[in-house]
């Protein structure tokens, strides 16, 4: 484990490297002020290491430092990526498309990035105001980009941003791409190497045909768009949560058809601060009162809160006493996935995709309905990289998540909570029409598939030390395995960092053939699936736990998910100690 002492020189003569260097006043006074604290926990966590690209690209706290958000990294990770979009498309007129949310100093950081690019002689399609993360991913596409950024920390707390790079197909940097744009960046020996002297004549403002093309695509992949029709005036409440969604999915619910859609007006409007949530987060529940409070005043059917980027939406249905009940982001895409792949009338070739982390009874529904099923490692980019390696041989039908993550169709290559939206609004509609409930429906696809249940557990690491734990608990986990985990035997460990499936019982291993990735999987005699792995975004470290058990009876639904709740509780007492 590295010393305090080491952490605290390299920050300190990092900070010094950044007072030397040709920034401005400002910032100048802040490295000095970290520089003269008697504490210099702040210094090292802004200091200590530089930012680099993980599973949703460049992300941190807003503020002075090597290891922070601000002007000068997000003008270094820009140049990076010029540098590479020049070396990768020698001698052709290169575009990109720029976006951002509705977070403090998005709309800055956005302007800052099409400078850079515009100074390098890069053509920048700029969004004239904050947009959902989807629609640049679409935008990139539509626009004939080889590139796009959008400034974001997607649901993080109000002191972070972030930077997602794409690449021409419109998904997330992948390798080699990632990691030769950091090189890029890491050649960078001075900010005056970076170009921010904007050229005005190479930006444009993205005008409507956008999203008039993209909302033409929805369209398309809507089922059962008679339901729509005949319950048009379903009783809908939506909430941005201060974000951009506010910008798009009314639009396109309106564009399907649904005529009784109810916003949040305390959270209509975009806001970097998030005044009315702890946290601008749909997976917490808190994050979802207001919504559900206006849908009890209103007697509505069916509740949806995005972030603040527009790529990930909570959703609330009634049970069966008519109270909310939460759909957490397995329960929610299985019924998604449930609901289309019942819909899909040609299974020709047809594929989904989910990531290594997500329940499994997406994959147990794709193999008893005719539909392959592929896992990737966690991250959208690993999704869309499949849909790009199997464009042209097989036919993409829908992806997702468990942390509140869906795509359907391949027009966009990230996740995407606009249509996602769309698609839920549907689902309610049809199974209304269907004299039947969402919390019905899902009752019988448990029925049918199996009653699965997961819980996730996130212990917060923060700052140099925090990673340093972070790290330990993945060597402890790695090179010790149990062999016990409350009570149930464990089979299995897959090490998908050292890429080997191996049995605890015989010490038989075989290849794991996707590409390394810090993450661990237990699995037991009993099929729970414990996956462990360093968050990618957040200064955290997650425990992934699923079980599973035949549900014979319906009436029984409750009571089941109860016993599996139980056995969920005390894996990851045992696990978290």
Known sequence: M?????LLAQSTARAKEWLASNIDADSKKQVEALLNREDPKLLIDSFYKTLE????????????????????????????????????????????????DSRN?????????????????????????????????????????????????????????GYKAYWTDGAQLVPPHDKNVIDEVNAITSFDQIKFNSDPARIKRIGPEVEEAYYTEVLKLIPRQESIRKQSKISIVYSSLHGAGITMVPECLKRLGFENVTIVEEQKKPDGNFPTVESPNPEERSAMDLALKKANAIGADLVMATDPDTDRVGIGIRNSRGEFFLLNGNQALSLMIWFILKNLKDKKDAYIAKTIVTTDLIDRMAEQMGVECVNTLTGFKYIAELIRDNEGKKKFIAAGEESYGYMVGDFVRDKDAVSA????????????????????????????????????VNVVRKGAEGAAQIRYMMDRFRSNPPH???????LRLLDYEKQIDRNLLNGHEQPITLPKSDVLQFLTWEGAKISVRPSGTEPKIKFYVSVNLRLSDPNNFELAMEHLGDKIAEIEKDLVR
């Open 105 to 161: 100093n998005s709309s800055y950081f956005a302007q800052v990035t099409a400078d850079v690019f515009s100074a390098n002689g890069i053509n920048v399609h700029l969004f004239p105001e904050l947009r959902p993360t989807p629609i640049l991913s679409f935008a990139i596409r539509q626009l004939k980009c080889q590139s796009g950024v959008v400034i974001t920390a997607s649901h993080n707390p109000k002191e972070y941003n």
């Open 2 to 6: 590295i010393q305090i002492s080491e």
């Open 53 to 100: 690209f993980g599973t949703g690209g460049l992300r941190g706290i807003m503020g002075v430092g090597s290891n922070c958000i601000n002007r000068y990294t997000i003008g270094a990770a820009t140049q990076g990526l010029a540098n590479y979009l020049k070396k990768s498309f020698p001698g052709q007129e290169i575009s990109v498309a720029v976006a951002c």
């Open 421 to 456: 939206c769309a698609f839920f609004a549907a689902m309610a509609a049809a199974a209304k029409d269907d004299g039947r409930s969402l919390y019905q429906w899902m009752i019988e696809m448990y029925r049918e598939y199996g009653l699965y249940r997961e819980g996730l």
């Open 484 to 490: 016990i985990i409350a009570g149930q035997k464990v």
